[in-house]
T-cell receptor, first 110, second 119 residues
Framework: GENVEQHPSTLSVQEGDSAVIKCTYS??????FPWYKQELGKGSQLIID?????GEKKDQRIAVTLNKTAKHFSLHITETQPEDSAVYFC?????????FGSGTRLQVQP | DAGITQSPRHKVTETGTPVTLRCHQT?????MYWYRQDPGHGLRLIHY???????DKGEVSDGYSVSRSKTEDFLLTLESATSSQTSVYFC??????????????????FGEGSRLTVL
């Protein structure tokens, strides 16, 4: 099956700085790579996604890059704000389900 | 917001007792999933369903069973709960529903979670 590795497990940045979270996947058949944000006590919500026929995608302060050859993808958050503090999960779509990374706890210090 | 309701939201039980968690959706989505979330492991797939009475195992299915007799309900059962099953359980849905003809984008919509403690 698919295996997704995510790093770092915790990340602390100053407000206004950039944050980068990296993931690698194992199965080259995976073709959809979403990122989810989980706020305390809530279910996760999709924030951005990318498909295997695209190398980069941006949505305001958030961007995702995909390197199919190396089987890794990254989440970039620029101009971080305190409300960006949350747990972020990457995932890869394999067969009929998503396999998730272990999560990154992002803390944005005011 | 996707209409997903999990019940109960919190439960404390003893080792060896049966437990059933319920996921109810109002979106008529085809796919439903049960994940468990544990520190250091992220979200791990337990079981999923791709239609009424159609289910399959995920990566951590041992000790769990599921049933889906109606489109809107997906039940997760722990026949004999163990302390290792203490976790937060999330239901998720995806796929085309009555809202439109779009193909399954793969996006998951999550419920609020059910915190289970097995003593």
């Amino acid at each position: 099956g698919e295996n997704v590795e995510q790093h770092p497990s915790t990340l602390s940045v100053q407000e206004g700085d950039s944050a980068v979270i990296k993931c690698t996947y194992s199965d080259s058949a995976s073709n959809y790579f979403p990122w989810y944000k989980q706020e305390l006590g809530k279910g996760s919500q999709l924030i951005i996604d990318i498909r295997s026929n695209v190398g980069e995608k941006k949505d305001q302060r958030i961007a995702v890059t995909l390197n199919k050859t190396a089987k890794h993808f990254s989440l970039h958050i620029t101009e971080t704000q305190p409300e960006d503090s949350a747990v972020y999960f990457c995932a890869a779509h394999f067969r009929r389900a998503l396999t998730f990374g272990s999560g990154t706890r992002l803390q944005v210090q005011p | 917001d996707a209409g997903i309701t999990q019940s109960p939201r919190h439960k404390v039980t003893e080792t060896g007792t049966p437990v059933t968690l319920r996921c109810h959706q109002t979106e008529n989505h085809r796919y439903m999933y049960w994940y468990r979330q544990d520190p250091g492991h992220g979200l791990r797939l337990i079981h999923y369903s791709y239609g009424v009475k159609d289910t399959d195992k995920g990566e951590v299915s041992d000790g769990y069973s599921v049933s889906r007799s109606k489109t809107e309900d997906f039940l997760l059962t722990l026949e004999s709960a163990t302390s290792s099953q203490t976790s937060v359980y999330f239901c998720a849905i995806s796929g085309p529903g009555l809202a439109g003809p779009a193909a399954n984008t793969g996006e998951l919509f999550f419920g609020e979670g059910s915190r289970l403690t097995v003593l």
